[in-house]
T-cell receptor, first 114, second 117 residues
Framework: AQTVTQSQPEMSVQEAETVTLSCTYDTSENNYYLFWYKQPPSRQMILVIRQEAYKQQNATENRFSVNFQKAAKSFSLKISDSQLGDTAMYFCAYLTGTASKLTFGTGTRLQVTL | GAVVSQHPSWVICKSGTSVKIECRSLDFQATTMFWYRQFPKQSLMLMATSNEGSKATYEQGVEKDKFLINHASLTLSTLTVTSAHPEDSSFYIC?????????????FGPGTRLTVL
């Protein structure tokens, strides 16, 4: 079974600074997808960024980028120029290439401060 | 973008009663929907996979007779919590993949907060 591990329960960053959230996963598959979801206080799950395992290039979405290390099974999220609105729970998630069941990590609570 | 709605957004009920939660895909058809449960400050736990026109698939440890799932159409799945007890109080979230586009992209509903007194 696939597992997703987020080793940082909480993190804090000052506004305009950069922060990196860690995620590791375990799988025996070669074709899969990785995601970072954001859950603000409203609790609406919002997709932040997606990475296909077959792509070597790291995905980027504006201020959000990932460092995907397939051999190490690592998928970290970098948030640049942090904003107060980035304060949320961040979940790393894994999806196999053959199914649509997401496996979530335990989450990292990010607090952006002034 | 795709939108998934849930109704109600919150509900309070007495112990022993049943509560139905609806999940709708508003601008796309979803042959599959997923139901999650989330306790405070915890991650999402998949409860079951709802399949249009067939029985739901439940995850290990989830009581199928307690959490009834019906996926009657391509845009609607319902979760009924039967004979609710205070320990069923939780945040329930549904999601649906937009399968005609990308199987890997799931859209989440805003969630339903259930409180059982």
């Amino acid at each position: 079974a696939q597992t997703v591990t987020q080793s940082q329960p909480e993190m804090s960053v000052q506004e305009a600074e950069t922060v990196t959230l860690s995620c590791t996963y375990d799988t025996s598959e070669n074709n899969y997808y990785l995601f970072w979801y954001k859950q603000p206080p409203s609790r609406q799950m919002i997709l932040v960024i997606r990475q296909e395992a077959y792509k070597q290039q790291n995905a980027t979405e504006n201020r959000f980028s990932v460092n995907f290390q397939k051999a190490a099974k690592s998928f970290s999220l970098k948030i640049s120029d942090s904003q107060l609105g980035d304060t949320a729970m961040y979940f790393c998630a894994y999806l196999t290439g053959t199914a649509s069941k997401l496996t979530f990590g335990t989450g990292t609570r990010l607090q952006v401060t002034l | 973008g795709a939108v998934v709605s849930q109704h109600p957004s919150w509900v309070i009920c007495k112990s022993g009663t049943s509560v139905k939660i609806e999940c709708r895909s508003l601008d796309f058809q979803a042959t599959t929907m997923f139901w999650y449960r989330q306790f405070p400050k915890q991650s999402l736990m998949l409860m079951a996979t709802s399949n249009e026109g067939s029985k739901a698939t439940y995850e290990q440890g989830v009581e199928k007779d307690k959490f009834l799932i019906n996926h009657a159409s391509l845009t609607l799945s319902t979760l009924t919590v039967t004979s609710a007890h205070p320990e069923d109080s939780s945040f329930y979230i549904c999601s649906a993949p937009w399968t005609s586009r990308r199987l890997d992209t799931q859209y989440f509903g805003p969630g339903t907060r259930l409180t059982v007194l």
